[in-house]
């Protein structure tokens, strides 16, 4: 099956800096890769997705890119805020969608 | 447009008893995946099902844990003889016809006494 793997597993910055979390998976099967933010007592919401077909994707201070040959995609949040702080998970799922399978998470703190 | 809502939001059990968690998903999904959460840990994928079907149940313990998603009303997972080891947060999700697209509900606190 499928192995998601995340880094880092915390990540501290300064307010205003950037944070990047990257994921590698290893079925090839594999196609469509969003990225979830889990704030504290909540469920994880949907942030950011991709296809295979696109190498990135950006929306507002927030992108994602995928590299379909090193099976590996990253999540990129600039001007980075108090608020971003939370746990963002990766995912990758295979063309039949049955399957979500979700990285170990990565937990921002964003320092004001 | 509601979310994926479950509840309770919290629960608690005493060892041996059952546990009852439901979820209904947004309107317009008929996928309902379920996913168990410990403390400071990851998503475990636990079973995916579709309308009175159990599609994958790969991530379910063999014992004491089942889950259906009737014709009508709300997925239930339904944990029996509860253990300590039970204490998590459940997690539901769903997505629409096409499977893609996964969102969460905000859980079910579990705790076990």
């Known amino acids: 099956g499928e192995n998601v793997e995340q880094h880092p597993s915390t990540l501290s910055v300064q307010e205003g800096d950037s944070a990047v979390i990257k994921c590698t998976y290893s079925d090839s099967a594999s196609n469509y890769f969003p990225w979830y933010k889990q704030e504290l007592g909540k469920g994880p919401q949907l942030i950011i997705d991709i296809r295979s077909n696109v190498g990135e994707k950006k929306d507002q201070r927030i992108a994602v890119t995928l590299n379909k040959t090193a099976k590996h995609f990253s999540l990129h949040i600039t001007e980075t805020q108090p608020e971003d702080s939370a746990v963002y998970f990766c995912?990758?799922?295979?063309?039949?969608?049955?399957?979500?399978?979700f990285g170990s998470g990565t937990k921002l703190n964003v320092k004001p | 447009n509601a979310g994926v809502m479950q509840n309770p939001r919290h629960l608690v059990r005493r060892r041996g008893q059952e546990a009852r968690l439901r979820c209904s998903p947004m309107?317009?999904?008929?996928?309902v995946y379920w996913y168990r959460q410990l403390p400071e840990e990851g998503l475990k994928f636990m079973v995916y099902?579709?309308?009175?079907?159990?599609?994958?149940e790969s991530g379910m313990p063999k014992e004491r844990f089942s889950a259906e998603f009737p014709k009508e009303g709300p997925s239930i997972l339904r944990i029996q003889q509860v253990v300590r080891g039970d204490s998590a947060a459940y997690f539901c999700?769903?997505?629409?016809?096409?499977?893609?697209?996964?969102?969460f509900g905000s859980g079910t606190q579990l705790s076990v006494l």
């Open positions: 099902l579709q309308k009175e079907n159990i599609i994958d």
């Open positions: 999700a769903s997505s629409p016809p096409d499977g893609e697209k996964l969102f």
């Open positions: 309107k317009g999904h008929s996928h």
């Open positions: 995912a990758a799922s295979p063309n039949n969608f049955n399957k979500f399978y």
